[in-house]
């Protein structure tokens, strides 16, 4: 529904260059645009466990959330990801800004070992066992 709205705020700013709306994607494509990232912001202010937090994780994408539901399960602060201030640009940019410097410029990635154990804390079999354990007497 904002769709519109954000493709005329794009052009009325000139930012064609910079910001693409890119529709559905497949499998293959989005695990292509998560592993070309240097990162993934999710600036939501209340949200489910997200899916786009764990295609992000189990690809090794640098995570920026806010303090959604369901992130404080997938994110080490400063190895996998860190939180974000909601609603406050200038110190997100900040934030930003710093990890290009501190991670980017030096090719950081993510240690296996965390993301290993990242995608067996966020894998279905994970939660269906706490499903599992919550529903049983």
Known sequence: PLRKKMEAFVQSHDLQERVLFRGWLS?????????????LLISSRDEGQSLAMMEAMATGTYLFTTPVSGSESIIDVGMN???IPM???????SLLSAFYRDKVTSNYMIPEELLHETRIRSSWDSYVQ????????
């Open 27 to 39: 499998r293959d494509e989005i695990r292509d645009k998560y592993w070309k990232a240097h990162l």
């Open 81 to 83: 990801g860190q939180y």
């Open 87 to 93: 609603g406050k640009s200038r110190e997100i940019a």
């Open 130 to 137: 706490a499903y599992n354990k919550i529903i049983q007497p």
